[in-house]
RNA sequence: GGGCGUAUAGCUCAGUUGGUAGAGCGCUUCGUUUACACCGAAGAUGUCCAGGGUUCGAGUCCUUGUGCGCCCACCA
């Protein structure tokens, strides 16, 4: 009985089919499997509901997918919980983009809450569109489970934490979230405030000005951004430097360019006396490390910059100039007075906003922060107990050394946002109303009046009364997202979190790490006084064959879908996992899927071998129908399940991976498949198809679609996806040996030497030989391997075997091969000059290496210090060299 | 300025406790033998960045330096 199986395994044709019939089953669902012991969870990571996946989603999906089915083969009741992500500000900006664009309006336009409307759509779209791609993939999840940070019950969680931590109080009124005036990043074109993290750097050439304020100031001053200079109340020096010793403490009066300035000297250390002029002139109100020394000396501090960027009222000709303006303005006021001394180009870090690229205005504004150290309960210092000790595993385990480095610097996290998508901050005032400007925007950050702390009152519902008005402003997104681990199952009361929390594996980029990993930890230790996840793993980023990073620009992105289409998901799935290390970034390009496009066809072909050739019914197997492949086959296969489970188990997928590869196509594919050719015996179809239903199991989680696909050309009843992950206990019943591995290599080093030999004498490949094999010991292995000896490519046509050499045979007319103990003597076609040449290579080669070898063993030490077993292998390859060398001169 | 990673074949990279240097791709030669040309056979190619150290023994551990990449901080 035969099957026909078409000769390329094309992706395409069973791809979509096999993730409906998945999805059908309903497998991806916990409680639909049978039989489960254990539960395993991982709550992925929500993408940004706004675009497509890319290739980082996708190298992430794959390695909580393939852990996923793993888990699942192994028999545990396995949730992988969708979900997707509001992305405040990303989103926003790309909203605002997408409408600029298509309808030319911007979100003042819209309005706050149609703008809001109008995104909560947009999202619930693209969420469906990505939930696509996501399927595409492969991805277990269970859809029914899939969770958005803006469900009611998600936001309601959100804001309850705020409620929470706002009314934690500690003995001297402190609060764990509180409200104040603080120097924060602002983005002028998102007109709002964003953490240190949401900042980048970008280099620049910058222009370095050397002045005094005025002709009668005694001390010269530098800086890049003169406008600011409007708002100095202080200039700060060493305390060592002997330059300005006389002056500090002193207050100067100054007339900055038309405006006056009241400047005390003041000393930190900080200040370096080589730089500039060794003097810095001390913004509070637009520098943040200005403004710390403003606490610390009580210096004044000064707008001179609104959120707009341009120059605030009250600084006279300069009042509503924008900061470039205002700075070309200075400029020129301070040439004409001859007051700057000198102009330096040098480079900057300019700060812009992650989102938009806008350069950062560090200004001073009233803002919501959590304070990470509180005192009744600091998030930061139980985040670091539990990865310190261990509590939360890291893979790979130098992170965790990056992660406490990062919980050690935290500061206290800016969590409002002058955003309109997102959660709003649940937070009320009274009088705001009454003050403001009849066309004022509500929303809008411009137009915010400060004396807004009249009455505050913190809770999810607005309160009784009259006049109260909600904050306008919305939350940092990972306040939301930080949330993720506990609230997408349900927390406090639901099922799924009782069951699954805390979760097994967390996976995400090492770029997320002090944006999510962080957060998520604190926040969830706080809320639920457990970890969120036992296992946290980070995957590097994914760049171009080149090593460069893939961008839309540069046009060197590979496009996850494309792939997939051309080469297969499984192709693209094993790109990723497959010569990967964790935490580091991978090149990938498409040479490289092709590559594993043809693993994948090599795999399907194999099954078309094995399925076309079988005879059914297959014969229960005994003893003695094993052959020496057989038996090879069987015990490296009980190997190679032990070695794949431990590599899974310590999420090394890689090395998993790279022995699956190894056994499938050398293994499998070139040694025991061509062998079955020649050594017929009525096991092997038990044989191959055993191997190849365990082989298909342990790919499984890898390359899930090829395998289903060919699973159910086996014509079993079950899908693959549900079964159980194989037992190398299971192969003790065969009673292989390590002997029996031993005895295939034997057999295969024959032929690997025979067919070199041949080829090195350029023996033309149709020309069949006759040989003698001298086998000593092996006598039998030999003797009875025969038709492999002949078939497996060696053109040897008629064979004897012996144990003893018995006579001299003309040795001009013979090739000579030592392998170990064994001689062959191939008979006919030999070009005399080659044959030698070979011989003489083949005898250095050996010389060689049985010189190092006896250095080795020469040394005392070496054999006096060196572990037995170690000196022990040494000697006898060495006695084995000499032999082999013996036996080629002979 | 601080930190992290990395340096191994032409390219991209593996190399788990120190014990005979590996894979894929590419390259050379050969081959269509009924699973597969998305194939098979054979082959070539390495001062494992440099210097020093520990050790009987170092690609692997320690130290110094250099190149490259990344992160953080940041010079006003």
């Given at each position: 009985m035969t099957k026909e199986m078409p000769k390329?395994?094309?992706?395409g044709l069973y791809e979509d089919d096999i993730y409906k019939q998945w999805e059908e089953s309903g497998v991806?669902?916990?409680?639909?499997?049978?039989?489960?012991s254990g539960t395993y969870c991982n709550v992925l990571p929500p993408p940004n509901a706004n675009g497509e996946l890319h290739l980082g989603h996708v190298s992430g999906y794959v390695a909580m997918d393939l852990m996923g089915r793993y888990q699942r083969m192994l028999g545990k009741k396995t949730l992988l919980l969708p979900g997707k992500d509001h992305a405040g500000i990303q989103t926003q900006v790309v909203y605002e983009k997408k409408i600029k664009k298509?309808?030319?309006?911007?979100?003042h336009n819209l309005g706050r809450e149609k703008f809001y409307n109008e995104i909560y759509d947009f999202c619930i779209d693209r969420s469906a569109y990505m939930r696509t791609q996501e399927k595409k993939i492969g991805l277990s999840a269970d859809w029914s489970r899939e969770k958005f940070t803006m469900d009611p019950k998600i936001v309601n969680n959100v804001l309850d934490t705020f409620v929470k931590m706002y009314n934690e109080v500690d003995e001297d009124g402190n609060r764990m979230i509180y409200r104040g005036e603080r120097i924060i990043n602002w983005c002028p074109r998102c007109a709002s405030a964003l953490a240190d993290v949401e900042v980048e750097h970008e280099e620049q050439k910058a222009k370095l000005f050397y002045f005094?304020?005025?002709?009668?100031?005694p001390i010269t001053i530098a800086t890049?951004?003169?406008?600011?200079?409007?708002?100095?109340t202080a200039i700060a020096v060493n305390?060592?430097?002997?330059?300005y010793k006389e002056y500090i403490g002193k207050t100067f009066q100054a007339n900055f360019c038309g405006i006056d300035l009241n400047i005390k000297i003041i000393t930190d250390?900080?200040?370096?006396?080589?730089?500039?002029?060794?003097?810095l002139g001390v913004t509070p109100g637009h520098s943040a490390i200005d403004w710390q020394m403003a606490q610390v000396n009580d210096l004044e501090i000064i707008k001179v910059i609104g959120e707009d960027a341009n120059i605030r009222p009250g600084?006279?000709?300069?009042?509503?100039?924008s900061v470039l303006e205002a700075r070309e303005m200075i400029v020129a006021k301070l040439k004409e007075q001859g007051l700057i001394e000198k102009e330096e180009e040098f480079d900057n870090n300019l700060s812009v906003c992650e989102r938009c690229k806008t350069a950062i205005e560090p200004l001073v504004s009233e803002q919501w922060f959590v304070?990470?150290?509180?005192?009744?309960?600091s998030l930061k210092k139980e985040a670091r107990k539990v990865i310190e000790n261990g509590e939360i595993k890291i893979y790979p385990e130098r992170y965790k050394d990056i992660m406490l480095s990062w919980i050690d610097n935290v500061?206290?996290?800016?969590?409002?946002?002058?955003?309109?998508?997102g959660p709003r901050i649940p937070a009320w005032y009274r009088e705001i109303f009454d003050l403001?400007?009849?066309?004022?925007?509500?929303?809008d950050n411009k137009s915010k009046?400060?004396?807004?702390?009249s009455e505050i009152y913190v809770g999810i519902e607005k309160p009784d009364g009259e006049g109260w008005m909600q904050d306008s402003d919305t939350f940092d997104t990972w306040f939301s997202s930080g949330q993720w681990a506990y609230n997408t199952l349900g927390?406090?009361?639901?099922n799924d979190y009782k069951e699954?929390?805390?979760?097994d594996t967390m996976i995400m980029g090492r770029d997320i790490l002090p944006f999510w990993a962080f957060r998520m930890i604190i926040l969830s230790i706080y809320r639920?006084?457990?970890?969120?996840?036992?296992n946290l793993y980070f995957t590097g980023l994914i760049r171009d064959g080149q090593g460069k990073k893939m961008s839309k620009s540069k046009g060197n992105g590979i496009e996850p879908l494309e792939m997939i289409e051309k080469f297969g998901t499984d192709a693209v799935r094993l790109s990723m996992m497959i010569g990967a290390t964790p935490g580091n970034d991978m090149n990938l390009s498409e040479e490289k899927i092709a590559g594993f496009r043809n693993l994948v066809n090599k795999l399907w072909n194999v099954a078309r071998f094995a399925i076309s050739d079988?005879?059914?019914?297959?014969v229960e197997l005994n003893?003695?129908?094993?052959?020496v492949s057989d038996r090879y086959i069987l015990e490296k296969m009980k190997f190679l399940i032990r070695e794949v489970s431990g590599d899974l188990e310590e999420y090394r997928f890689s090395q998993a991976g790279e022995k699956l590869r190894e056994f499938t196509w050398?293994?499998?594919?070139?040694w025991y498949i061509e062998a079955s050719k020649f050594a017929v015996s009525d096991g092997k179809d038990f044989v191959l198809i055993k191997i190849l239903t365990d082989l298909l199991k342990l790919w499984h989680p890898f390359i899930p679609f090829v395998t289903e696909a060919i699973w159910q050309e086996l014509d079993?009843?079950?899908?693959?996806?549900v079964s159980r992950w194989p037992l190398?206990?299971?192969?003790?019943?065969?009673?292989?040996?390590q002997e029996d591995i031993d005895n295939f290599e034997i057999i295969k080093n024959i032929i690997i030497a025979i067919r070199n030999a041949r080829s090195e004498n350029k023996v033309e490949p149709a020309r069949k030989v006759k040989a003698l094999i001298?086998?000593?010991?092996?006598f039998d292995l030999i003797n009875d391997n025969e038709a492999l000896l002949k078939g497996m490519?060696?053109?040897?046509?008629k064979l004897e075997v012996v144990s003893k050499k018995l006579e001299e045979k003309d040795e001009n007319e013979t090739i000579k091969i030592v392998v170990g103990e064994i001689i062959i003597y191939l008979f006919g076609a030999i070009d005399k000059e080659k044959e030698a040449e070979r011989i003489k290579k083949e005898k250095a080669n050996l010389e060689k290496q049985i010189e190092v070898l006896r250095v080795k063993l020469g040394n005392k030490d070496f054999v006096e210090r060196a572990p037995e077993a170690i000196v022990k292998t040494e000697q006898e390859r060495l006695l084995k060299m000499e032999s082999e060398l013996v036996k080629l001169g002979e």
């Open positions: 390329a395994y094309e992706p991806f669902q916990p409680e639909n499997l049978e039989n489960t298509e309808r030319n309006i911007s979100r005094k304020y005025d002709k009668n100031f890049t951004r003169p406008e600011t200079k409007l708002g100095d305390p060592k430097d002997e330059r250390h900080n200040i370096d006396l080589s730089f500039g002029a060794g003097a600084f006279g000709e300069y009042s509503g100039k304070n990470v150290d509180h005192k009744n309960f500061h206290d996290w800016c969590i409002s946002r002058q955003i309109w998508w403001r400007l009849p066309n004022a925007d509500l929303d009046i400060e004396n807004r702390k927390f406090p009361e639901g699954f929390y805390p979760s639920t006084k457990q970890i969120p996840f036992k079988l005879r059914f019914p297959i003893q003695d129908m094993l052959t050398n293994d499998l594919a070139d079993s009843d079950k899908k693959l996806i190398a206990l299971d192969y003790e019943v065969y009673k292989t040996k001298v086998a000593g010991e092996y490519r060696t053109g040897v046509e």
